[in-house]
């Protein structure tokens, strides 16, 4: 907390050492591009940043849903946004990463199409199945998974999502064989999985925590490298022994290309006080919404770290079809 | 407390008077979500969210719902009076309530659309009282494979919904079931026959592509016939006629079954209960040629399945906490952000506040009655407009509907694309319906094969594991040996009369 | 059934037929199989066959229809084209006018050109409801029902 604080006056201070330019900017609402449907995970961590960050940004700022094709629809537009500041992005990853990596979707944008300036939302990949499941545990399911090579199956909540990425590094880490299905959003995983059609699910923590504690379903493992702090009794894969299986659903905002460097420092100033806000954590935690505030340097490693895990197993998921 | 404690304690807590301040505002704000172009419920619901950050829990709730099952009715408004349904589901409503109100009788199918609405609502909502919790995870063994299987049962309703002309029907389905494969397919999750064109990376469009076949092309039709007023006829008295009433009762009865009990099934969407209720009316009158002119009990069966389905869906909702449609996953996103978790613990956790908004759900329908029902002579006298003003006011209205949706100018000529295309289509009185729903069926069709064979490994010996779908399957069997078998039908076949 | 109309619909079905065969050329792109079962060109290839099945049979049961003769048009002539195309003519222009000028200006000519070409003569009544159809209700859509409409070249 204290560290996150020391990081806003920082931020603070440097914003002030930009007066001429921050008097001019913004001067007249942002734009806020989502690149999926209202009402979803994604759109509601949106809006809720975008209601508290407009306070420090002095201009409204207006979420605009351009759903479809996996988001491909809304990052292009954001990709090709005019580089002025006024619209801003708001990006998954990594379905960024995967919508270029896939040369059937002929992407009209490239990785360095955005530049990242803060992170919302780290949203770690959790494996579950239903309550009354013969699966206690991770290892129960992966010696499942072994007894039997290709019957077992796991469920997406789309094809080259994160969790179907997620499912690959599992693979290639414990030498299994999982049978994938894929269905359209967590909603179907979840008529799948508790109608017993799949054997567990693949998904991430914000749409499952509430259904963890009351009971309805039981995590096997959280694929990150810390244990979440919604989920607090269910191990991550570093520590049952597969530390490269890292997978999670990351959002944050970015400008396209070209944006001056001023208006960066704008947005990220604004952006970055409303996610250390109270108000903003409260209702992130109560979504189940792991914040994980990444702004420079640090998000831009994050940025292509995150691009490198993909593209391998990305072109792996692609040779499979 | 038992249920019906519960049922009695939250209905008095739902006519408090600001929870019934609530419901109403929900019930107006639906209605005209309904009714405006640009605004589908998904979006509409959306933006109407923040709203209810600084209401309490429980009345956020009720008035989100509200504008849910109100934005059903208003679609039903703009489909009779102008023939551009207000939002997906009221396509149907279109077919006989526009043709109704061309004589005049748009009174009428607006108060029998109210009544039936209400009918259904109310029904499903005491259905979903009594029998919730055991239906829904009944619903749960509905795999996809049994999804398939009824998809392909709900594709025999083409058969229904041919007319006259059975070869023409079957043509425009396969066309149909063409145009619905653009986009993303569920095989490799890449774009299909989308040349290029972005916007079509997510399929075609259901509401410009309906937009413009319905109401363009009804537009165009009317200004060949350079028409003074768009609607000739004389206005009839605005309530049903005895008659009317008689041959609506059953209809109402069986839509509103039918609606609930689709609505049980997560992701069938609200547009297949209303064409199965309708195929099914059409099925079982004696004078099956009135559908399509002006039929009441079309219209009466339609939207009483329906607002039986948007209440029913709610259902597996609160029961499993798992959301049926796009809009319904907006309204769950409401619900958690006000903290309350749909799922089968809630009726433990929070007993009072689910069942004050079970509660609401039936004074919501009855609000809506009230609020729609004395509207309904205004709304007809809208017919009344000179040609020149009507016909632009609704061009306006089709332009804002077809782009608002994802603010995309391809959209609007999409719109215009099957505008003209309905409107040679129907100089030539080729059957538009089955293609409307070969539409909607064959992406959910492809998909859930598709899902089938990935939970079965590629094998189809899946379906003769599971009863269920075996059984939904064998309905199109039957249809087809229905119509091969039967005569009359079959010399139907043979000598197609199209004049 | 009259000539006309006779050779509506075998133009129309003809062109369903073509439709159908280039279906089945771009189903042929994509592969029919894969190791599931049916490929992304499977459906797409069997429906356009069976469409072309369908259409020929359509094709040849209008064909040997006894032709009534008749003076009945299927398509208008004269003044009644005139609107039609009017209307269709008209959407095609805002579409394009709303690209590049935004919605408020697109529907105002829009709005004007379409009631004088149906008939409307009255200027005032033309202009009052050209404006309140194009800013009036471009300002409801956008301020108050946070509708996005294609803004002007005013707005940047």
């Known amino acids: ?321 | 407390m038992d249920s019906l404690g519960y049922l009695m304690s939250g209905l008095g807590a739902a006519l408090s008077f600001n929870n019934l301040l609530f419901a109403f505002a929900g019930c107006v704000l639906g209605t005209l979500i309904g009714v405006l172009p640009g605004l589908g419920p998904a979006a509409g619901t959306a933006i109407l969210i923040p709203l209810t950050f600084n209401l309490d829990a429980t009345g956020a709730i009720i008035m989100l719902c509200a504008i849910y099952y109100g934005a059903m009715y208003g679609g039903t408004i703009t489909s009779v009076l102008i023939n551009v349904p207000g939002e997906a589901a009221s396509v149907v409503t279109c077919i006989d309530g526009y043709q109704m109100a061309k004589q005049g009788r748009a009174g009428s199918a607006l108060a029998i659309a109210a009544i039936g609405s209400f009918v259904g609502g109310i029904v499903a909502t005491i259905l979903l009282v009594a029998v919730a919790a055991p239906l829904a995870s009944l619903a749960l063994k509905f795999g996809p494979a049994e999804f398939f299987a009824l998809m392909v049962a709900g594709l025999c309703l083409v058969v229904g919904l041919a007319g006259r002309n059975i070869l023409a029907a079957l043509l425009m389905t396969a066309l149909g079931l063409l145009l619905s494969l653009i986009g993303m397919d569920p095989v490799r999750g890449a774009p299909r026959f989308t040349f290029g064109i972005e916007e079509l990376y997510d399929g075609i469009g259901f509401v410009p592509v309906v937009m413009g076949l319905f109401g363009v092309g009804e537009l165009l039709l009317a200004a060949e016939a350079r028409q003074s007023h768009l609607i000739q006829a004389d206005l009839k008295k605005w309530y049903p006629s005895r008659d009317e009433w008689r041959r609506s009762s059953g209809a109402i009865g069986r839509g509103t079954v039918i609606g609930f009990v689709l609505g049980l099934i997560p992701g069938v969407g609200a547009i297949v209960p209303t064409f199965m209720a309708y195929v099914l009316e059409k099925r079982i009158s004696k004078n099956p040629e009135r559908f399509g002119k002006g039929a009441i009990e079309g219209v009466a069966s339609a939207e009483t399945a329906n607002n039986a389905y948007a209440n029913g869906s709610m259902v597996p909702l609160l029961a499993l906490g798992v959301p049926s449609s796009p809009t319904i996953a907006v309204l769950m996103g409401a619900f958690i952000v006000n903290g309350l978790t749909p799922g089968p613990f809630l009726f433990q956790e929070k007993p009072e506040l689910v069942w004050t908004v079970i509660a609401s759900f039936f004074v919501g329908n009855v609000l809506l009655l009230i609020l729609n029902l004395p509207l309904v002579g205004l709304w007809a006298r809208l017919l009344k407009i000179p040609f020149a003003y009507l016909c632009t006011g609704v061009l306006i209205f089709c332009i804002i509907g077809a782009y608002g949706l994802k603010q995309s100018l391809f959209d609007v000529w999409v719109m215009l694309g099957f505008g003209v295309l309905g409107y040679v289509l129907r100089k030539l009185d080729f059957p538009i319906a089955p293609a409307i729903l070969a539409l909607i069926l064959g992406p959910m069709m492809e998909k859930s094969l598709r899902t089938t064979l990935e939970i079965s490994g590629g094998s189809f010996a899946i379906f003769l594991d599971r009863p269920l779908a075996l059984a939904l399957l064998a309905v199109p069997l039957i249809v087809l040996a229905a119509i091969a078998l039967r005569p009359r039908a079959f010399a139907n076949l043979r000598q197609t009369d199209i004049e | ?156």
């Open chain 3, 1 to 156: 059934m009259s000539r006309n109309a006779r050779r509506g619909w075998l133009v129309a079905t003809a062109t369903m037929m073509a439709i159908c065969l280039f279906a089945i050329w771009q189903s042929l792109l994509l592969s029919l199989t894969d190791r599931l079962g049916p490929g992304p060109g499977f459906f797409s290839f069997w429906l356009s066959l069976l469409g072309m099945l369908f259409a020929g049979l359509l094709i040849f049961d209008v064909w040997r229809k006894p032709v009534v003769e008749s003076d009945e048009t299927l398509f208008p002539r004269g003044e009644s084209a005139f609107r039609v195309l009017i209307i269709i003519g008209a959407v095609a222009g805002a579409a394009l006018l709303m690209g590049w000028l935004g919605f408020e200006l697109a529907m105002l000519v829009f709005i004007a050109g379409l009631t004088f070409a149906l008939g409307e003569r009255r200027w005032y009544a033309i202009g009052l409801f050209a404006i309140a159809g194009s800013f009036g209700v471009y300002y409801v859509f956008t301020r108050w029902l946070d509708v996005l409409l294609p803004p002007g070249p005013w707005a940047a």
């Open chain 1, 1 to 321: 907390m204290i560290r996150r604080r020391t990081l806003i006056a920082a931020a603070g201070a440097t914003a002030l050492a930009a007066p001429a330019f921050a008097q001019n900017f913004p001067r007249k609402a942002v734009q806020m591009i989502v690149a999926f449907p209202a009402g979803g995970n994604t759109d509601i961590g949106a809006r809720i940043l975008a209601s508290i960050a407009e306070k420090d940004l002095g201009q409204p700022i207006t979420v605009v849903n351009k759903g479809g094709a996996g988001g491909q629809i809304g990052f292009t537009e954001g990709a090709r946004a005019r580089p002025d500041g006024y619209t801003v992005t708001f990006i998954n990853l990594p379905s960024v990463s995967t919508i270029v990596l896939d040369p059937e979707r002929k992407a009209a944008f490239k990785m360095d199409s955005f530049v990242p300036v803060v992170n919302q939302v780290l949203d770690p990949g959790v494996v579950w199945v239903k309550a009354d499941s013969p699966y206690k545990t991770f290892g129960d399911l992966l010696d499942a998974a072994k007894k039997a090579p290709g019957k077992i199956s796991a469920c997406t909540t789309g094809i080259l999502s994160d969790d179907h990425l997620a499912i690959l590094m599992v693979d290639d880490a414990a030498k299994v064989d999982f049978r994938i299905v894929h269905f359209e959003g967590s909603a179907q995983q979840l008529t799948g999985v508790m109608g017993g059609h799949v054997d567990c699910a693949f998904d991430n923590v914000g749409g499952i925590v509430k259904r963890v504690k009351s009971g309805e379903l039981r995590a096997l493992v959280v694929t990150d490298d810390q244990r979440s702090k919604f989920l607090p009794d269910v191990p991550t894969t570093k520590e049952l022994g597969f530390p490269s299986v890292i997978s999670s659903s990351t959002r944050g905002i970015a400008v396209p290309k070209g944006t001056p460097a001023d208006a960066i420092k704008v947005l990220e100033t604004a952006f970055l006080k409303a996610i250390n806000d109270p108000e903003h954590i409260r209702k992130m935690d109560e979504q189940g919404l792991a914040l994980r505030p990444m702004v420079g340097a640090e998000y831009a490693k994050y940025y292509a770290d995150s691009h490198a895990a993909a593209t391998k197993y990305t072109e792996w998921a692609l040779k499979q079809r």
